[in-house]
Nanobody, 120 residues
Framework: QVQLVESGGGLVQPGGSLRLSCAAS????????MGWYRQAPGKQRELVAT???????NYPDSVKGRFTISRDNPKNLLSLQLNSLKPEDTAVYYC??????????????WGQGTQVTVSS
């Protein structure tokens, strides 16, 4: 069983940056692929970044070039750097651990989420 706890969300102006962190406990996540989802009010949950256990990353076009996912396995830590933020990035961001298959990423464990609000 893996427990995930996100932190680092908050209110930021358009064009600003935030760094989200996700601390894993109870078990090592070094063997898992990991990712970040987000969900805005009234919208479907969206996968915004994945990183495999080997360090390969993937992003949708909506965030490519602005978001960067990284992991520190010895510290059991996952991060998401958000740059050039836009109001449409406003959402609750969720950390998760799972596996990447040929047909996509399948999360198993979820954090409780952290709110990111982009507004002037």
């Amino acid at each position: 069983q893996v427990q995930l706890v996100e932190s680092g969300g908050g209110l930021v102006q358009p064009g600003g940056s935030l760094r989200l962190s996700c601390a894993a406990s109870r078990s090592s996540v070094s063997g898992y692929d990991m990712g970040w989802y987000r969900q805005a009010p009234g919208k479907q949950r969206e996968l915004v970044a994945t990183i495999t256990s080997g360090g390969s990353t993937n992003y949708p076009d909506s965030v490519k070039g602005r978001f960067t996912i990284s992991r520190d396995n010895p510290k059991n830590l996952l991060s998401l750097q958000l740059n050039s933020l836009k109001p449409e990035d406003t959402a609750v961001y969720y950390c998760n651990a799972g596996f990447v298959y040929s047909n996509g990423y399948r999360p198993i464990y979820w954090g409780q989420g952290t709110q990111v609000t982009v507004s002037s």
